[in-house]
């Protein structure tokens, strides 16, 4: 596949993980892989809408396994929803140990980008409908998530207003 054939709404990267992305256990540090995550999500969401996006939030972000210096790491992001101006992108995070070819699937998460204008202000994003059944679980799973972000949203407004009250 070429980056011709690359379907607008998906994006992959590949970094290796150097030495200067170790904690103090040698390891990759975690806060190196979300800064990735971001930059993952932010051309991803950016390349669909043809906009700048910012990013508004960020879920479930689960470290399975640790990461190890000298793995390759690979994101692979799609847009898996998209409101009026916010898109849902999913990243699954794989790394490979480059001697025993081993891959293993080390992180999910889910961004919520949305598409700004030139005063940074939220604006219309091209609407994402699933094509294929992975497209359309991803899809429906993101509306849960999305329905379960706002009834937490609201959930919590109401008890602040209570405690101010
Ligand atoms: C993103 C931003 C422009 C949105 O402005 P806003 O006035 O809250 O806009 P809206 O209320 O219209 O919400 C915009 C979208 O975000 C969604 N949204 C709002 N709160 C959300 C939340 N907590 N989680 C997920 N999505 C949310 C809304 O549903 C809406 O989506 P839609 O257009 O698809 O329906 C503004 O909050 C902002 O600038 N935030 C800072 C972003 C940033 O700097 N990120 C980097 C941090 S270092």
Known sequence: M????????????????????????????????????DEVAYACASRYAARYVVTMSVDQVIFRQPIHVGELVTFLASVNH?????????IR????????QEKRHVNSCYF??????????????????????EEKRRHS???????????????????KALTIN
């Open 2 to 37: 070429t980056l011709m054939d690359i379907p607008q709404h998906q994006l992959t990267m590949t970094v290796l993980m150097t030495p200067d992305t170790a904690n103090f256990s040698g390891n990759v540090h975690g806060g190196a892989i979300l800064k990735l995550l």
């Open 93 to 100: 995070v794989v790394a490979e140990n480059i001697r025993t």
């Open 82 to 90: 998209t409101g009026t101006s916010s898109m849902e992108i999913g």
């Open 112 to 133: 919520t980008m949305v598409a700004v204008d030139e005063n940074r202000k939220p604006t219309p994003v091209p609407i994402f409908g699933p094509q294929n059944d």
């Open 141 to 159: 799973a993101a509306e849960i998530r999305k329905n379960a972000r706002i009834r937490a949203n609201n959930q919590l407004n109401a008890q």
